[in-house]
């Protein structure tokens, strides 16, 4: 059966979690427009640098500093290939979190799709109806 967008999206955004790098989480992230694939993003170090399946985890307060979360990795790479963000939808395993949350709202991301509500923070969930931005959790099992 042809699956609707929202699922054939969310699959991508599941296989794109797979290249992630850290065991913490492995998210996957895509940033669509007008039902066209802008950039993708997964969790994982800085170019060049370690990861955490290498080197071990930089936990600080709690959190595992050595990656790039798979939100923000898809927002830079449209600014490093020059492609706009505006009006585009965000389809990712996991609830941002507060700072994936901010850039988000400000790369002109217009709805966020979503599977797991990881770690909820009330503070970015109150960012997201400020800024009018639809979020919606679609159940997504893989195959």
């Given at each position: 059966?042809?699956?609707?967008?929202?699922?054939?999206?969310?699959?991508?955004?599941?296989?794109?979690?797979?290249?992630?790098?850290?065991?913490?989480?492995?998210?996957?992230?895509?940033?669509?427009?007008?039902?066209?694939?802008?950039?993708?993003?997964?969790?994982?170090?800085?170019?060049?640098?370690?990861?955490?399946?290498?080197?071990?985890?930089?936990?600080?307060?709690?959190?595992?500093?050595?990656?790039?979360?798979?939100?923000?990795?898809?927002?830079?790479?449209?600014?490093?290939?020059?492609?706009?963000?505006?009006?585009?939808?965000?389809?990712?395993?996991?609830?941002?979190?507060?700072?994936?949350?901010?850039?988000?709202?400000?790369?002109?991301?217009?709805?966020?799709?979503?599977?797991?509500?990881?770690?909820?923070?009330?503070?970015?969930?109150?960012?997201?109806?400020?800024?009018?931005?639809?979020?919606?959790?679609k159940e997504f099992i893989p195959e």
């Open positions: 059966m042809r699956p609707d967008w929202d699922s054939y999206f969310m699959k991508i955004a599941s296989a794109v979690s797979e290249r992630s790098t850290c065991d913490r989480a492995f998210v996957g992230c895509v940033l669509v427009r007008e039902k066209r694939i802008l950039t993708t993003g997964f969790n994982g170090s800085p170019a060049g640098q370690a990861h955490c399946d290498e080197a071990g985890h930089l936990l600080v307060d709690g959190h595992c500093v050595r990656t790039i979360h798979a939100e923000m990795n898809a927002i830079i790479q449209a600014a490093l290939h020059g492609v706009s963000t505006k009006g585009a939808i965000c389809y990712v395993t996991h609830l941002p979190c507060i700072h994936c949350t901010k850039a988000l709202i400000n790369a002109g991301i217009t709805r966020i799709v979503y599977s797991v509500a990881y770690r909820v923070d009330e503070n970015a969930v109150n960012f997201l109806k400020a800024a009018n931005i639809e979020v919606v959790q």
